[in-house]
């Protein structure tokens, strides 16, 4: 049966239960039922709807908000030396590694000591996922894992962007969490030297780039006469008299 609705012809080929029951009690008998004509669109639909969840997968986002519930307000604290002594003017520098559980992120913040000779700015890292290896952002390349609570221990040596930071210590309320978490009863801490800020001894004076470097190695050795063999003489190489200087 055709139906026009405003010049659009419909053609019913079918009613619901409802409808058949109010036309047979109305005693208006209905023709038989047509079979619906074929729609590409409405196959393709069907095929398109979504499966149903049969995995057991939690959603990220519930377990991140859980994991926040959870967490909130919770700080592991570590104490960290990094030790560059080895280089020109180098000292142990003391900091602080706050790890966050409720996101996962960790901060760094440098401890200064009176009259240290740095610009006390304390915030050496602030809180962000610091990867475990660092590398060169690549936007279809997937990002690296980023330091957890399982990579802080005391004794291990952390790479925050290439500074590796020796964990020596930490508070009381993270020992308690990694007995809980971890099963970890003994906490070996680490033995440090005496902490300073002098600048080791160096047989070489500084090259200040006032001068060219030819230069200062020659009134370095002007001043060290004493020190060298008189069979030395000008033309002597670099490494030579590097060498006789460092001679006990």
């Not at 409405?42 to 398109?48: A, D, G, P, R, T």
């Not at 475990?132 to 390349?141: A, G, L, N, P």
Request: some cysteine; hydrophobic content about 35%.
């Amino acid at each position: 049966m055709n139906v026009e609705i405003y010049g659009v012809t419909y053609h019913i080929v079918d009613c619901d239960e409802f409808t058949n029951n109010f036309f047979n009690r109305a005693e208006i008998q209905l023709n038989r039922n047509e079979e619906f004509p074929y729609d590409p669109f409405l196959v393709n639909q069907e095929k398109m709807k979504p499966h149903p969840r049969t995995t057991t997968t939690q959603d990220p986002e519930k377990l991140t908000l859980r994991q926040f519930l959870r967490n909130h307000r919770k700080v592991l604290r570590f104490y960290a030396v990094l030790d560059n002594r080895n280089e020109s003017f180098g000292d142990m520098r003391q900091f602080v590694i706050q790890y966050y559980l409720s996101d996962d992120t960790t901060r760094v913040n440098e401890v200064y000591k009176n009259n240290s000779g740095y610009l006390e700015f304390p915030t050496f890292c602030p809180r962000q996922g610091i990867p475990k290896k660092v590398q060169i952002v690549v936007m279809d390349k997937p990002r690296t894992a980023t330091i957890t609570a399982a990579d802080l221990m005391i004794g291990r040596t952390v790479n925050i962007f290439n500074r590796p930071l020796l964990l020596y210590d930490c508070d009381e309320y993270t020992e308690n969490y990694y007995r809980t978490a971890y099963g970890i009863t003994e906490f070996s801490h680490v033995q440090l030297p005496e902490l300073i800020n002098i600048a080791p001894e160096s047989p070489i004076r500084h090259w200040d780039r006032i001068e060219t470097e030819e230069n200062t190695m020659e009134n370095t050795f002007l001043g060290l006469t004493q020190l060298l063999d008189l069979n030395l003489t000008y033309t002597a190489s670099k490494q030579q008299f590097i060498d006789v200087m460092l001679q006990p």
